[in-house]
């Protein structure tokens, strides 16, 4: 996690009372998660041996909807307080944002693009907005995870160690995929930024396109710019498209070698075939968690290049706020202005006034 990224999380503090509801909420739906693993050991060893009839049967499955009622119950409120943090956090960083630009003298608008400022607003906010509120679902896999790992090492740990041989290559290449994300999310949403650019200019300027009959050229603009920022997405989308089926490869792994040797041991009686069942059902859970995170994490790489986006802009320092010092306010004012030779530039280099002189006489309109 990048100094962008942490400098995002800190708007979560008016919200942390939300935010600790959803995280405890989290914990009943980590266990809603995992309890299916449990519950199958007890459906093989217990319930279908017991030659009770249906009555445990009934008792069985009305117990395996209860549980899933109060997940349910936990994961609305989870997922409702997540999103109340999410948009309130983009809703005090757009005005922060606002009030910022807002005060910038007149050489940051000079060097930017509106169209860039625009999207700082639209597609990058909005993109920071769906990770944070994306992000509730990181607490609850992870708990998740943690209770899965605790119940596969108590049902067989020498299991356990096998099944989990696969985790440091699971790792290795998420982090190899993350950097790689991180990179082109960064430049597909500087792509998208140039296009919005291309469109406020070209909407504005509508009138001097027709009266110069402009039309063909500004359409060949924007296609260059469109067909690069489709370059980049693909490439993006590529690296994304990825990373799934190679973890997705390490999981199968992970379930054929308890298969084999789990079968082996199930067949020599050092433990049962619920026992069999059930650490495959873990197995199968943890690793859809698993799975998520890793998709969390590619989508988080693109937070921190949305992120980087914005408080580039705002930790400017070349553009000084306007204070307004210096302005003195005039009731009553008389006699002629005479401008000798004024020049002026926005940003220090260009000049935008080059030695101007004129005189402005009472009651005259220039």
């Known amino acids: 996690m990048n100094a962008y990224t942490r400098r995002l999380l800190s708007y979560g503090k008016p919200y942390f009372g939300k935010a600790f509801a ?177 469109l406020q200019e070209s909407f504005s300027a509508m009138k001097e396109i027709k009266a110069f009959v402009l039309e063909e050229n500004r359409s060949k603009g924007f296609d260059k710019i469109n067909e690069e920022t489709f370059v980049i997405c693909l490439k993006n989308n590529r690296v994304i498209a990825s990373v799934l089926p190679v973890v997705e490869m390490f999981n199968s792994m992970a379930i054929c070698f308890v298969i084999m040797y789990g079968g082996y041991m199930t067949v020599r009686g050092e433990m049962t075939g619920g026992d069999l069942f059930s650490f495959l059902a873990a197995l199968g859970i943890l690793f859809t968690p698993i799975k998520r995170l890793t998709t969390v994490n590619n989508y988080l790489q693109q937070a921190e290049g949305a992120a980087r986006r914005i408080y580039e802009f705002l930790d400017d320092a070349s553009f000084r706020e306007c204070d307004n010092q210096g302005i003195v306010d005039y009731h009553h004012v008389s006699g002629a202005v005479d401008f000798r030779e004024v020049s002026f530039s926005y940003d220090g280099r260009k000049e935008v006034l080059k030695k101007i002189s004129f005189e402005i006489q009472p009651g005259e309109v220039v």
């Open 22 to 198: 959803s995280s405890l909420m989290a914990i009943f739906v980590a266990g809603g998660n995992a309890a299916p693993a449990y519950l199958l050991k007890v459906l093989v060893d217990e319930v279908l041996p017991s030659g009770s009839g249906s009555k445990k049967l009934v008792g069985f499955t009305l117990a395996i909807l209860g549980i899933m009622f109060v997940k349910g119950v936990f994961q609305f409120g989870q997922i409702f307080l997540a999103a109340f943090v999410s948009n309130g956090m983009i809703k005090d960083l757009r005005k922060d944002i606002f009030d910022r630009l807002i005060r910038y003298n007149m050489g940051f608008y000079y060097r930017h693009q509106l169209g860039q400022v625009m999207a700082r607003f639209t597609s990058d906010a909005l993109l920071l907005q769906g990770i944070i509120q994306s992000l509730v679902s990181v607490v609850s896999d992870t708990l998740t995870i943690i209770m899965l790992l605790g119940y596969i090492f108590f049902v067989n740990s020498r299991l356990a160690v096998i099944s989990l041989v696969v985790i440091p290559p699971v790792i290795f290449v998420i982090t190899r995929f993350s950097r790689k994300i991180r990179r082109l999310s960064y430049q597909q949403q500087d792509k998208v930024g140039d296009i919005s650019a291309y």
